[in-house]
């Protein structure tokens, strides 16, 4: 493990799924798992899965104040922006001042950019939108950060479904006069396989965030994990299944990234029998076409 900046750039495939479950509902529907309209695939968005991550990290790193999480339940923006303030040039709940721009006239962006990094996992791995920085007219109130997800999407169409459900916990005293149940419902896919791309860029790294190979490490073992640390009724069996990692020999990359994803193929092993388990599948990477200074490397 390596507290040093990353110097290479990655590219990675996710491969996970669900059984019985809904991977991510859809508020704007009734809750129901995420399609795509025209091709009936399932969808998980990249903010659903960053959600994953930043949770896992918390437990993983409970108490190192190097981890904690910015985009955080319960956790006002404003109050870890304040942080920052108070740390470089000792003002205190700068979020409330109108004339912010004027008090912070000569402070050194790139302090309140690092402490901000340097304190906030998920600001150094997926960037943030920084708003009493951006309220002060500072040029750190926009982070880009050098991780970033594509909406995962099903290998395959998924069928939504709906379960109806009943409950023996009556809601009021007048409605458990009259009867003895209520009835509900829920959404499920019964098995979609979903596969998601990511990016690493060493140079945002670099030049903005500071994300290590410590980070990186942490970053990937979420990817593995995060599902273990967010069981739920709702969600159903769901697991990464493949980690499929593409490290170049240098910064700027060795070879465009939707090559390197072209490179693994997924396909049904029996188009005839309805899909229920990874195992109804076939995962391929194309080594022999590997383009050279990049390596591959696969975990489950």
Known sequence: ???EVIKNRYEFVLLFDVRNGNPNG???????????????NGIVTDVCLKRKIRDYVEIAKDGDPNYRI????????NTSDNEAFKYVAGIENAAKFNDLPKRVKGINDREVLDYMCSHFYDIRTFGAVLTTMQKASMSCGQVRGPVQL????????????????????????????KKTNEMGNKYIIPYGLYRCEGFVSANLAQKVTGFTEDDLELFFDALLNMFDYDRSAARGAMATRKLIIFKHDSILGNAPAHKLFDLVKVTRKDKGVVARSFDDYNVSIDEFNLP????????E
Do not use: Q
Not at 158 to 176: K, L, S
Not at 292 to 299: D, K, Q
């Open 292 to 299: 050279s200074g990049v390596t591959i490397e696969v975990r």
């Open 1 to 3: 493990m390596s507290a």
């Open 70 to 77: 910015y985009i955080k339940k319960g956790v006002p923006l």
């Open 150 to 177: 594509t909406f995962a999407e099903s290998v395959e169409p998924v069928v939504p479904t709906e379960v109806t459900i009943t409950r023996v916990a009556i809601t009021t005293e007048a409605d458990a006069e």
């Open 26 to 40: 859809d508020p704007d529907a009734g809750n129901m798992p995420r399609t795509d309209a025209e091709t009936g």
